[in-house]
Structure formats: structure tokens, C-alpha cells
């Protein structure tokens, strides 16, 4: 068993305001913590890897092609892998929360920035 404390996280900027921090993985999944900061945007991507999520802190909004959609905390969200993604901090203070990735996003990008 693993064991990852939020405090010991070393967050890297994927992009302006946007500050990830890879947590815990396995073979078939891996837990990511990020912090979006006010007024910060994640660009529209798509990666081939389900994610599903848990905001506990902020609200962020999601936009696909068909939908958006604001969750809070509390609230949890699960995006299809491929489907092409963008969110929006459009509030005044940071959104902090988790992602879960399956299978395992194997050295991101923005790990090595």
C-alpha cells in the first residue's frame, strides 16, 4: 500500500493558474490534485484516458462541444476518454480538487515543467 499526504505534493503550473500535482497510482488508475486559480482557463484538450473528478473547493465550469456544466464542491463529474474538454475558474477564488485517471496518465506533460 501507498500512502501520498497533500502536504508532501510538489505542484508543477501546467498552464497560467493552472497548478497540478500527480498523487497516487496503480497500473489501472492514478489520482491527480489541482488548484485553479480565479479567472484561470485549462484550454480545450482530449487525452484517451477516462477521468472522472471531485471538486471540494470553488466552482468550475466544463465545456464540451454540447454542454456546459458548473460543479462545485461537492460535486463529482466524469468526462469520456477523447472527448475533447476545456474549463473555466470563472469565480473569484481558487477550485481545488481530484481527478481520477484509468487507465494511468504515465509522465504528463506539465510533470517535468
Known sequence: MERVSLADLEAAE??????LAL???S???????????AGA????????HEQTGFIY??????LT????ITCGPGDSYAIPGDQPHAAENRGDEPVRGVDIFSPPRENPS???E
Open 57 to 62: 473547493e470553488g466552482e468550475l465550469t466544463f
Open 41 to 48: 482557463t485549462v484550454e480545450e484538450h482530449s487525452h484517451p
Open 23 to 25: 498523487m497516487a497510482g
Open 65 to 68: 462541444e454540447d454542454d456546459e
Open 27 to 37: 497500473e489501472s488508475m492514478n489520482v491527480q490534485h489541482f488548484e485553479i486559480e
Open 14 to 19: 501546467a498552464a497560467d493558474g493552472v497548478h
Open 110 to 112: 506539465w510533470q517535468d
